[in-house]
T-cell receptor, first 113, second 115 residues
C-alpha cells in the first residue's frame, strides 16, 4: 500500500532545460510535503518543502507545486545542471498521519551536458 | 558543526550474527528516526524515538529488530540473527522537534551486507 508514489523511475534531461519530477499521494491526512535529493552512497539531503496551505514554493532554481485536489505535487528544476543528477525522493507527513515521513520510491534524474 | 553521524558506514555479517548500527543525532536534536532502503526501493520508516522513549515502532519487523535511544550516547538499531533479506542501507535522521513539521536531517547511512 504505497501512499506516496513516484511513477517515473528515471528521467533524462539536457543541461539548461527544465526538469519536472512528479509525485502522487493517496492519504488525505498529509499536509506537509518535502523533496530530498540523494547521491550514491550518501544520505538524503533536504531540498525544498511545501505546506498544504500553499500551492507553490520557490527556492532559487527549485520550485515545488502542490495540487491538493489532484493529490499531486511536482518539483521543477530550471535550468538543470549536470550536478543535479541524483535520485530525488518525494516525502509527505501529516499531524494525523503518523510520526514519520512517508517516502516515494524515487526518480533518478540524469542531466546530460 | 557535525551533522547526523552513523557508524559503521559498512557492516558485513554472516547469517545468524547480530548487527548493531549507531546513530548520533545533530547537536540539539532529540528526535531520531530510522529508515531502511532496500535495493532499488524508496526509504521505509522503521522507528521513531525520543530520548529513552520509543514513540512509534510501527515500521519495525516484529522479531529480531529493536531500537533504543538512551539518555546518554547514540541511538542503536539492533538486528539479531541476521538473514540475507536484512541486507540494505539503514539511514538515521534527526530533527529538533517531533511530528516532522520541518525537515529531518539524514546521516550517510550504514550499508549492511549479510553473507
Amino acid at each position: 500500500d504505497q501512499q506516496v508514489k513516484q511513477n517515473s523511475p528515471s528521467l533524462s534531461v539536457q543541461e539548461g532545460r527544465i526538469s519536472i519530477l512528479n509525485c502522487d499521494y493517496t492519504n488525505s491526512m498529509f499536509d506537509y510535503f518535502l523533496w530530498y535529493k540523494k547521491y550514491p552512497a550518501e544520505g538524503p539531503t533536504f531540498l525544498i518543502s511545501i505546506s498544504s496551505i500553499k500551492d507553490k514554493n520557490e527556492d532559487g532554481r527549485f520550485t515545488v507545486f502542490l495540487n491538493k485536489s489532484a493529490k499531486h505535487l511536482s518539483l521543477h528544476i530550471v535550468p538543470s545542471q549536470p550536478g543535479d543528477s541524483a535520485v530525488y525522493f518525494c516525502a509527505a507527513s501529516g499531524m494525523n498521519a503518523g510520526n514519520m515521513l512517508t517516502f516515494g520510491g524515487g526518480t533518478r534524474l540524469m542531466v546530460k551536458p | 558543526n557535525a551533522g547526523v553521524m552513523q557508524n559503521p558506514r559498512h557492516l558485513v555479517r554472516r547469517r545468524g550474527q547480530e548487527a548493531r548500527l549507531r546513530c548520533s543525532p545533530m547537536k540539539g536534536h532529540s528526535h531520531v528516526y530510522w529508515y531502511r532502503q532496500l535495493p532499488e526501493e524508496g526509504l521505509k520508516f522503521m522507528v521513531y524515538l525520543q530520548k529513552e522513549n520509543i514513540i512509534d515502532e510501527s515500521g519495525m519487523p516484529k522479531e529480531r529488530f529493536s531500537a533504543e535511544f538512551p539518555k546518554e550516547g547514540p541511538s542503536i538499531l539492533r538486528i539479531q540473527q541476521v538473514v540475507r533479506g536484512d541486507s540494505a542501507a539503514y539511514f538515521c535522521a534527526s530533527s529538533p522537534r517531533g511530528g516532522l513539521r520541518t525537515e529531518a536531517f539524514f546521516g550517510q547511512g550504514t550499508r549492511l551486507t549479510v553473507v
